[in-house]
């Protein structure tokens, strides 16, 4: 599986962006799929995850209400609403495919990764 996330950009604080993610190579209509972003010198973390239906969807505590996730499981894409963007939502986004159609938020249940996508809020 091969996924190519899109969609970042440069914008003021109080801003949206919609992420964009697109798998390739095999279907992910049956895996979880999840955002996880990685600040400079941090550790790559945990943003939301959907299983493989949409019927579950799970948030990290730092984003629970400003930011949507979504998907189109026969398209193999996968959306990242992100509303009220802050200056500390500033990191590389990746999309990744889960081993399994549960969504979770451990970064080891996820095999397939993407390149990342930079976004940037300033204050």
């Known amino acids: 599986v091969q996924l190519q996330a899109s969609g970042g950009g440069l914008v003021q604080a109080g801003a949206s962006l919609r992420l964009f993610c697109a798998a390739s190579g095999r279907t992910t209509s049956n895996n979880a799929m999840g955002w996880f972003r990685q600040a400079p010198g941090k550790e790559r973390e945990f943003v939301a995850t959907?299983?493989?239906?949409?019927?579950?969807?799970l948030y990290a505590d730092s984003v629970k209400g400003r930011f949507t996730i979504s998907r189109d499981r026969f398209k193999g894409t996968v959306f990242l609403q992100m509303n009220s963007l802050q200056p500390e939502d500033t990191a590389v986004y990746f999309c990744?495919?889960?081993?399994?159609?549960?969504?979770?938020?451990?970064?080891?249940?996820?095999?397939?990764w993407g390149r990342g996508t930079q976004v940037t809020v300033s204050s």
């Open positions: 990744a495919a889960g081993r399994s159609s549960i969504a979770g938020s451990d970064i080891n249940q996820y095999a397939y």
């Open positions: 959907i299983s493989w239906n949409g019927g579950n969807k």
